[in-house]
């Protein structure tokens, strides 16, 4: 006990008297007694609201997830909403929550603690996706909305994230003013947690009907499905919300060979199959690529828990099963719903696709040879939905997506979207077959006409204080000591997000770069591939993007042309010291 520092013990014996409840003053006695590390994990700082919200493990204390640290963000927020919007009455907030546990119990303290101040609530009937969230705040016109989810963290974690009105997470200058109205709440003394029963509006089909027929407007070749009905589609929402919409999506669409992992369709916060929830883990599709090859289909997709992102597999050659990764789905995505829209006449030349810097540059490459404008923003979906909101008018948002697995079609939503993803994944597959072509066949097909672009990412974990410093100290030395070549590939320009410059290194022309401040740091090398370091903002994390490029003369050419670009970025990482 005397390695605990007296500031931490008195902090936590505040939680072992009135007004906590019974429960919690008997967990944090219990770690006071026989737990010094837990205790220490728990109360050494307080959970912090950061841009993107909540984020931590559930458990007693104030580093922690639970009713009372959910309770005074909420307080927080409700006191910002009402600085706002002082002549909305009442003004309204929609809430949502997954699979995770504690959802429903963090849900419902939200909602009693924004209907305590007057404002009205509109609480789902039960778990449901993270873009039905975002696209019930502008359907029911609220104000705000709040999704509790930890996405795919593990199942210790749970979160909170918060919406303004236009349907997209807080940005600017928003998040920042959030924040400091949360962290003026000291004291649970100071949060009203008596709900006002009145004032909470219990929603559920009415919102899924309009959602689901949003989607269903997004079908750009409906005839071309009705040939396709047949393609057989394997489905996993892991244990999440995306359990009951995506097949209903999907069957709206057209397609009626809907196969589900029957084990992941248990709803379930402890996702008992697998060891992470995570599309981007290949181990999570392990059950529905399984399944797939029992039934012969043609398409693997699984969905995360708060059915926002999503993983597929496809078939190659061989008729073996291959997992595309993020920035993979995301070019096909692009390039099937710009070549529609240019085939069906509906291009006015004021259209727009996003995507975030670390995603691929082959994106970008599609979009400008079919004559359609493509902004770079910032990692997180919250600046895609920024820049929709800001052209609003004045451009026709298209689609957007990034490399972690997250994509939108379409502005009903105003976040990335797993349930029309899948829906328009399948579409896709449904367009390449009535040419006679795989997904696999015609991502190589993109790669032969747009350059061959291979991406992966490496992510070192180092945590507490002396990690944070270390992580630290990479980004600093990667800023005063750049590598002058990597792979034997000269450097051409290097983007610096926090001095918002891109310094071209041949002509050593400094030009600024129009996004918001941000620690990361870019190299793009002369045969056009991108390296991007960036530390996690929600996770103790440094990521490194690797994306390299090169010709691609002949398809038959592309086992070979992929193991070169993997050994390229092999020699990328060398040369960064990080192999």
């Not at 559920?204 to 407007?217: H, M, P, Q, T």
């Not at 589609?233 to 995506?246: E, N, S």
């Not at 600093?476 to 071209?504: F, H, M």
């Not at 030009?511 to 991108?530: A, C, H, R, T, Y």
Request: aromatic share 10%; net charge negative.
């Amino acid at each position: 006990m005397n390695k605990i520092d007296p500031k931490i013990l008195e902090k936590a014996r505040q939680w072992t008297m009135p007004p906590y409840d019974e429960q919690t003053r008997r967990q944090v006695q219990y770690l006071i007694d026989n737990d010094s590390a837990e205790l220490i994990e728990s109360f050494y700082t307080d959970l912090e609201f950061g841009t993107g919200g909540l984020r931590g493990i559930m458990g007693p204390g104030t580093n922690r997830m639970n009713i009372y640290t959910v309770g005074m963000a909420t307080q927080g927020l409700a006191n910002y909403l009402k600085m706002n919007f002082p002549d909305k009455n009442p003004i309204q907030v929609v809430i949502a929550h997954d699979c995770r546990n504690n959802g429903r119990l963090f849900a419902q303290t939200t909602a009693n603690v924004l209907s305590a101040n007057g404002i009205k609530v509109f609480l789902f009937d039960d778990l449901r996706p993270t873009p039905e969230l975002s696209f019930a705040v502008r359907f029911l016109g609220c104000q705000s909305g709040i999704v509790i989810t930890a996405s795919h963290n593990p199942k210790e974690y749970n979160g909170y994230k918060a919406y303004w009105e236009d349907g997209g997470q807080l940005v600017s200058p928003h998040d920042k003013n959030v924040i400091a109205e949360v962290n003026k709440i000291k004291s649970i003394q100071e949060v009203n947690f008596t709900g006002n029963p009145e004032l909470i509006e219990t929603i559920g089909e009415s919102v899924d009907k309009a959602y689901i027929a949003a989607i269903k407007n997004l079908s750009l070749y409906p005839e071309i499905i009705a040939q396709h009905k047949n393609l057989k589609i394997v489905y996993t929402p892991i244990h999440g919300t995306g359990v009951k919409l995506a097949p209903w999506a999907l069957r709206e669409f057209g397609f009626e060979q809907i196969i589900t992992v029957d084990e992941q369709m248990v709803v379930s916060g402890d996702f008992p199959t697998v060891h992470s929830p995570n599309p981007e883990e290949p181990a999570a599709l392990d059950l529905a690529i399984k399944k797939a090859r029992e039934t012969g289909a043609d398409l693997v997709m699984g969905t995360d828990p708060d059915g926002d992102r999503v993983g597929i597999a496809v078939k190659d050659e061989k008729g073996e099963f291959v997992l595309l990764n993020g920035n993979q789905t995301a070019s096909l995505l692009i390039y099937y719903i710009l070549k529609a829209w240019k085939a069906k006449g509906l291009f006015k030349g004021n259209e727009f696709i996003v995507k975030t810097i670390v995603t691929s540059e082959l994106i970008k490459i599609i979009a400008q040879k079919e004559g359609v404008k493509c902004f770079d923003v910032l990692t997180g979906f919250k600046y895609i939905a920024d820049l929709i909101r800001r052209l609003e008018g004045s451009m026709q948002f298209i689609a957007g997506g990034e490399e972690s697995y997250g994509f939108l079609t379409g502005d009903f939503v105003r976040d990335k979207d797993a349930i029309s993803t899948c829906c328009m994944i399948a579409e896709t597959a449904a367009w390449a077959t009535n040419q006679g072509k795989s997904l696999y066949r015609l991502l190589k097909e993109i790669y032969l006409e747009y350059g061959f672009y291979k991406e992966t990412l490496l992510s070192l974990t180092r945590k507490g204080i002396a990690g944070t410093e270390e992580i630290h100290q990479m980004m600093e030395n990667y800023r005063k000591n750049p590598p002058q070549q990597l792979a034997g590939i000269k450097l051409t320009v290097i983007k610096d997000y926090i001095s918002q410059t891109e310094t071209n290194l041949l002509t050593h022309e400094t030009l600024p770069i129009d996004l918001p401040k941000s620690d990361v740091l870019q190299f793009f090398l002369e045969d056009g591939s991108k390296i991007t370091v960036r530390p996690s903002g929600t996770e103790p994390k440094i990521k490194f993007y690797f994306g390299a490029k090169t010709t691609l003369h002949q398809i038959e050419d592309y086992e070979k042309v992929n193991r070169f670009l993997s050994e390229k970025i092999e020699a990328i990482k060398h040369d960064m010291g990080l192999a």
